[in-house]
């Protein structure tokens, strides 16, 4: 294992950020945490990268136990939203200073910095400050920033989310190439349950400072251990019947015929398909049609591979 953290807790206050959290990271590892706004996904990241103290626990990278460490001693590279751009300096200088710490001659520095730049096409850009770039560029500068330190292990902070869709697709190829290039171990925050299933090799699923699962995409959204892990990662509709919690997704919702019957509250156009939305005891049930339902139209449906839950 690269990054093993056993029973991390995190206090701030009396607030308990993070929960007892263990977690085994293996090298080369793309590895996401997925959770929603104060689940605790960005205190995690930031006691890898040591810019928090733990309360207890330790944290662990290549054997190493840099629990104590200041960032610096980490070897790890950060690229978060804002991107940490040095404003007032050139694309060339704000790689530069990445590597000031580092003990390698000036011509190695500057191979790097070239390596890099080409990699990630803004090699063009090096005498560019930050203001000239777009959102785009900026983020690929940021990427080389963290790259250019070769470092053992890459922590991102939900690093696409002030781009636009489109760019967002392309950069997330570009980062996912990258890290696969260069075999670095990447810690992925994101609350993108389509882009974590996209990219990761494996995904943790934390909320209120707990994690809830970790496993492959495909076993994840298969099997989610809980409801609040099948509402993040599987777009389920829940509703009770019979007793019982039954969680069910639009694609296993079969509409015109059945044992159920709801109300049609609203109708959305996805492309190829109508996303139906029925309301069913007060129960909100999401399925797909080929054709636009009326609203307030009363509809019959069944449900096909449904999964049980207890509650959480």
């Not at 989610?224 to 509703?239: D, E, H, Q, Y």
């Amino acid at each position: 294992m690269l990054i093993t953290l056993k029973n991390v807790t995190k206090l701030f206050g009396n607030f308990k950020a993070l929960d007892n959290v263990s977690l085994e990271i293996e090298k080369g590892e793309f590895f996401i945490i997925l959770g929603r706004s104060g689940s605790g996904k960005t205190t995690l990241l930031r006691l890898i990268a040591g810019l928090e103290k733990v309360t207890s626990g330790r944290i662990i990278i290549d054997n190493e136990d840099v629990t104590d460490l200041p960032p610096s001693k980490r070897d790890v590279g950060m690229v978060f939203q804002n991107y940490a751009l040095y404003p007032n300096k050139t694309v060339h200088e704000n790689m530069a200073i990445a590597l000031e710490n580092i003990k390698i001659s000036k011509s190695e520095k500057e191979n790097r910095i070239v390596e890099i730049s080409k990699e990630l096409d803004i090699y063009n850009l090096l005498d560019k400050y930050p203001g000239q770039l777009s959102g785009g560029q900026q983020q690929r500068v940021a990427i080389a920033k963290a790259l250019v330190r070769r470092p053992k292990v890459m922590l991102m902070d939900e690093p696409l989310s002030n781009l636009d869709v489109q760019l967002r697709y392309s950069a997330r190829k570009l980062i996912k190439k990258i890290q696969r290039e260069f075999n670095i171990t990447t810690l992925y925050v994101t609350h993108d349950s389509n882009e974590a299933l996209a990219i990761a090799d494996r995904i943790c699923v934390i909320d209120k400072g707990k994690v809830l699962q970790v496993g492959k995409p495909e076993e994840i959204y298969s099997s989610p251990s809980n409801i609040t892990v099948a509402s993040l990662l599987t777009s389920m509709s829940f509703i009770r019947v019979d007793g019982k919690t039954i969680g069910v997704r639009p694609e296993d919702v079969i509409l015109g015929e059945g044992q159920y019957e709801g109300t049609v509250t609203n109708s959305e156009f996805w492309g190829s398909y109508y996303l139906i939305y029925i309301d069913y005891n007060g129960n909100e049930i999401r399925a797909m049609s080929k054709n636009r339902i009326k609203e307030g139209s009363k509809i019959k449906f069944e449900l096909t591979n449904y999964k049980v839950f207890n509650h959480d």
